[in-house]
């Protein structure tokens, strides 16, 4: 009996083993020989290869390279080729040698219009109603882009370019963005062969978070090395195109160039704002005037266009904190202070544009330039989230802390340096955005909406210096890519069916009359709860805040303008044409259906940041974490927001001058550490950057084996939604140090400064040491975070058993 069931064991795997075989040959059914066209003798000299599989494809005869640079929260208004007071020469020169686009229209925030830039469909069909940490599980708001919408990277990569992304993403799931997660919707798997940039939507300018294809690294140098993003991103992105000139130089390429810029924090070189020292002291309502009359001089916009007010809405459908302060209520000091902080942001800008100068430089210098598209635009309205009083510190708007003038005034001369993660008031936002209400976020106005686009083809497009007004919208930039490079979007992509494209393509205007008619005749928009829809020259725009938390959408008023004649929508026309607002109403409704727009979110950040999503870890009190690693972004982080937790390193003191991190997360605009110096264990919690800093220390420490930790116990909420409560410094499990701590309520930075285990990445969380202070002198076992209900004693216990058993 025992032989004859070891026969038929061995049968079945004999079974398993030739089906498995089977299945393998069958997997590569396009190499066998079956498939195989050439043919075969016993002698290779008889017989004949068969390369066609295996043979590159070319793209279209002489089909050019594109260079797409993408700015950030940039309004029409800021830019010199639409008459705004920053200087940009590279875009001034580009300008000239193309043409300039007025009626050019973005989805009001980055993740959203991106990915249509991405992928040629509207938003919503992206999976990007929002921004990626705000996606909420919905067909339309997932934030994973489908497999149904195949991106332009892939569709040139497959019609023979070579395909680079440098800067900014933003379009990764805010769970993947870790070392251990999925790679699926990273750069390298959505057709890009290079990527040199970060994934978050925003990073610190002097010290990034930065992903180089499909690892995380850190910067190559250091502010006091002179290093800028800016001036990185030149560096690679010309790096890039020198290495393909020199391998490949017969195919052509394709770059996603992404700064910064004009994203917060406003960081630059001193010498670029200085540039601009004294030239926005009249204000932000005189910098519109001004502005508005030099874009009508240029042709930017019709003669008979009107400012907007500055504070065009009504109670309860602007955010309170978008409110702009009049210029002259200002005090002298607030006045110098945010005369400043647009000359921070003004440089920044030019700076930026000057590294993009390289890029183009270096195009012409190799004879590149001539059949190569330049398309240079910004994917936003500026940003008005630096709130009434601007900030030296972003990461207070997004914790709901609020910033002081007097607090601010102390950073004015170091405003756009290492020391501030600054960002101006709304009424620069408003400027930049002038003349037209509102600014990023706000999708119903134009102020949010409408964003400068230049596009240089010196091969391709006959006109020089012209501006086009045709009405177009960032869908449109894939289609028109496609036309320029003779290729098409398939029906059916890697098997799966795709959604059509939304945009048109816009090669038509090239030779165009400037106002000769757009070939788009409608285009909805919605965030966070704000809506609008154009049709065939006419705009309905529903008043609603954004994050208003209120519903009732049925219960929106619905606003008119016929903005083919009033462009900066001033005179609302709905009570002379009720049936014309009815029937776009019924439009917006049939253009949401149609592109997954419902159900529509005006929640408050704090929930839509909040939503549970899915992750490969299941939720858990406790994580431990080991030295060696890469920083562990925020998004995949042990979460202590508005939680009692305990933090314990186990270290083995070798040395008795040991020194350096033990566990650090954040940076110097928030965030906390446990480390050793001077021979004692030092806990600091730097609370929003706001000096003096929450710290607590020990006695000095011999050398030994020590359970080394923290304590917060959370006890109430303050006036601002911080957490109070007490913490408490251990050494093994006696309390060495403790007092009264408050902790932030919302992320330590959205630049995405990592938790690290045994150094800090980038900028120190503390003054008390310089990053990366990496621990010497010892070694770290493992360090842990628990935010359980389990007593620091009962933790302590555990963690010495282990340290015990090494």
Same mark, same amino acid.
């Given at each position: 009996m025992k032989l004859t069931r070891g026969i038929l064991l061995l049968t079945l795997c004999v079974v398993a083993v030739t089906a498995a075989n089977h299945r393998r040959v069958s997997a590569f059914d396009d190499n066998?020989?079956?498939?195989?066209?050439?043919?075969?003798?016993?002698?290779?000299?008889?017989?004949?290869?068969?390369?066609?599989?295996?043979?590159?494809?070319?793209?279209?005869?002489?089909?050019?390279?594109?260079?797409?640079?993408?700015?950030?929260?940039?309004?029409?208004?800021?830019?010199?080729?639409?008459?705004?007071?920053?200087?940009?020469?590279?875009?001034?020169?580009?300008?000239?040698?193309?043409?300039?686009?007025?009626?050019?229209?973005?989805?009001?925030?980055?993740s959203p219009t991106r990915s249509t830039l991405l992928t040629g469909r509207n938003h919503h069909l992206n999976g990007m109603a929002g921004i990626t940490e705000t996606a909420s599980g919905f067909p339309g708001s997932n934030g994973h882009i489908p497999k149904a919408c195949a991106t332009i990277g892939e569709i040139l990569q497959d019609g023979g370019y070579s395909t680079f992304w440098v800067g900014k993403n933003h379009n990764v799931p805010e769970q993947d963005v870790a070392s251990g997660a999925s790679r699926d919707r990273w750069p390298l798997n959505m057709g890009f062969d290079r990527f040199y940039g970060f994934l978050g939507g925003e990073t610190n300018q002097w010290y990034p978070d930065l992903t180089e294809d499909n690892r995380f690294i850190e910067p190559p140098a250091t502010p006091e090395e002179g290093y800028h993003l800016s001036k990185d991103l030149a560096d690679q992105a010309i790096k890039m195109v020198k290495d393909h000139r020199s391998s490949n130089?017969?195919?052509?390429?394709?770059?996603?160039?992404?700064?910064?810029?004009?994203?917060?924090?406003?960081?630059?070189?001193?010498?670029?704002?200085?540039?601009?020292?004294? $030239? /926005?002291?009249? #204000?932000?309502?005189?910098?519109? *005037?001004?502005? +508005?009359?030099?874009?009508?001089?240029? !042709?930017?916009?019709?003669?008979?266009?009107?400012?907007?007010?500055?504070?065009?809405?009504?109670?309860?459908?602007?955010?309170?904190?978008?409110?702009?302060?009049?210029?002259?209520?200002?005090?002298?000091?607030?006045?110098?202070?945010?005369?400043?902080?647009?000359?921070?942001?003004?440089?920044?800008?030019?700076?930026?544009?000057?590294?993009?100068?390289?890029?183009?430089?270096?195009?012409?210098?190799?004879?590149?330039?001539?059949?190569?598209?330049?398309?240079?635009?910004?994917?936003?309205?500026?940003?008005?989230?630096?709130?009434?009083?601007?900030?030296?510190?972003?990461? $207070? /708007?997004?914790? #709901?802390?609020?910033?002081?003038? *007097?607090?601010? +005034?102390?950073?004015?001369?170091?405003? !756009?340096?290492?020391?501030?993660?600054?960002?101006?008031?709304?009424?620069?936002?408003?400027?930049?955005?002038?003349?037209?209400?509102?600014?990023?976020?706000?999708?119903?106005?134009?102020?949010?909406?409408?964003?400068?686009?230049?596009?240089?083809?010196?091969?391709?497009?006959?006109?020089?210096?012209?501006?086009?007004?045709?009405?177009?919208?960032?869908?449109?930039?894939?289609?028109?890519?496609?036309?320029?490079?003779?290729?098409?979007?398939?029906?059916?992509?890697?098997?799966?069916?795709?959604?059509?494209?939304?945009?048109?393509?816009?090669?038509?205007?090239?030779?165009? $009359?400037?106002n000769a008619p757009t070939n788009r005749h409608v285009q909805y928009y919605t965030m966070f709860g704000t809506r609008g829809l154009w049709k065939d020259g006419w705009m309905i725009s529903?008043?609603?805040?954004?994050?208003?938390?209120?519903?009732?959408?049925?219960?929106?008023?619905?606003?008119?303008?016929?903005?083919?004649?009033?462009?900066?929508?001033?005179?609302?026309?709905?009570?002379?044409?009720?049936?014309?607002?009815?029937e776009l109403v019924a439009a917006y409704f049939e253009e949401a259906k149609k592109n997954l727009v419902l159900p529509i979110d005006d929640r408050s950040p704090s929930e839509l940041l909040t939503t549970p999503r899915p992750t490969n870890e299941p939720p858990?009190?406790?994580?431990?974490?080991?030295?060696?690693?890469?920083?562990?972004?925020?998004?995949?982080?042990?979460?202590?927001?508005?939680?009692?937790?305990?933090?314990?390193?186990?270290?083995?003191?070798?040395?008795?001058?040991?020194?350096?991190?033990?566990?650090?997360?954040?940076?110097?605009?928030?965030?906390?550490?446990?480390?050793?110096?001077?021979?004692?264990?030092?806990?600091?919690?730097?609370?929003?950057?706001?000096?003096?800093?929450?710290?607590?220390v020990s006695k000095e420490l011999a050398p030994g084996k020590y359970t080394l930790g923290v304590e917060f116990n959370r006890e109430k909420s303050g006036e601002h939604g911080e957490h109070l409560g007490t913490a408490k410094l251990y050494v093994n499990d006696q309390v060495v140090d403790s007092g009264k701590m408050k902790t932030q309520p919302a992320k330590f930075t959205l630049s995405g400064d990592g938790m690290c285990i045994g150094w800090d990445s980038a900028d120190a969380v503390t003054e008390r040491y310089e990053a990366p202070a990496r621990f010497q002198g010892g070694k770290i076992q493992a360090v842990a975070v628990d935010t359980s209900e389990e007593s620091y004693e009962d933790l302590e216990l555990e963690a010495n058993r282990a340290i015990l058993g090494q």
């Open positions: 066998s020989p079956a498939e195989f066209k050439g043919e075969i003798k016993t002698d290779i000299r008889d017989s004949k290869p068969d390369w066609a599989p295996f043979t590159p494809k070319k793209a279209p005869e002489d089909a050019p390279n594109i260079l797409f640079v993408l700015y950030d929260d940039t309004g029409l208004a800021a830019w010199s080729p639409y008459g705004g007071g920053i200087n940009m020469p590279t875009l001034d020169k580009l300008a000239a040698n193309g043409l300039t686009y007025t009626n050019w229209h973005t989805t009001v925030l980055c130089p017969s195919r052509p390429w394709y770059m996603w160039y992404c700064p910064g810029a004009n994203h917060a924090p406003h960081h630059a070189p001193e010498e670029y704002i200085a540039k601009y020292k004294g $030239k /926005f002291d009249d #204000g932000y309502e005189a910098y519109r *005037e001004v502005v +508005l009359a030099r874009m009508i001089d240029k !042709g930017i916009l019709p003669e008979d266009t009107e400012l907007t007010p500055m504070n065009p809405l009504p109670d309860g459908v602007a955010d309170p904190a978008d409110a702009v302060r009049p210029w002259e209520s200002l005090s002298a000091d607030e006045k110098k202070l945010f005369s400043k902080m647009m000359e921070v942001f003004a440089g920044f800008s030019e700076y930026t544009d000057a590294q993009v100068g390289r890029v183009i430089d270096y195009l012409e210098e190799t004879g590149q330039l001539e059949n190569t598209t330049v398309i240079y635009a910004a994917d936003n309205g500026t940003s008005g989230e630096g709130s009434p009083n601007g900030s030296v510190n972003e990461n $207070k /708007f997004f914790n #709901g802390f609020p910033d002081t003038i *007097e607090e601010n +005034l102390k950073y004015i001369d170091v405003l !756009g340096g290492p020391d501030t993660y600054n960002h101006f008031p709304t009424g620069w936002a408003m400027a930049t955005s002038a003349p037209f209400r509102m600014f990023k976020r706000y999708s119903q106005y134009a102020g949010g909406t409408v964003d400068p686009l230049v596009i240089s083809w010196p091969k391709g497009i006959k006109a020089r210096g012209e501006v086009r007004h045709q009405y177009h919208h960032s869908v449109d930039i894939v289609p028109t890519i496609l036309e320029i490079t003779g290729l098409e979007m398939p029906e059916v992509y890697n098997g799966v069916k795709q959604y059509p494209l939304s945009g048109k393509s816009m090669v038509y205007t090239f030779d165009s $009359k400037p529903s008043l609603h805040a954004p994050f208003s938390n209120t519903g009732n959408y049925e219960n929106d008023e619905w606003e008119l303008y016929h903005v083919a004649e009033d462009r900066a929508q001033s005179k609302n026309l709905a009570d002379q044409h009720p049936e014309k607002v009815k858990s009190n406790r994580h431990v974490y080991y030295p060696g690693t890469s920083a562990i972004p925020e998004g995949v982080a042990a979460n202590i927001r508005g939680r009692s937790y305990k933090i314990l390193a186990n270290v083995e003191i070798t040395d008795a001058d040991a020194s350096g991190v033990l566990f650090a997360h954040g940076s110097r605009f928030g965030g906390h550490s446990l480390f050793l110096k001077d021979k004692k264990l030092h806990y600091v919690y730097n609370f929003l950057g706001i000096k003096p800093e929450q710290h607590f």
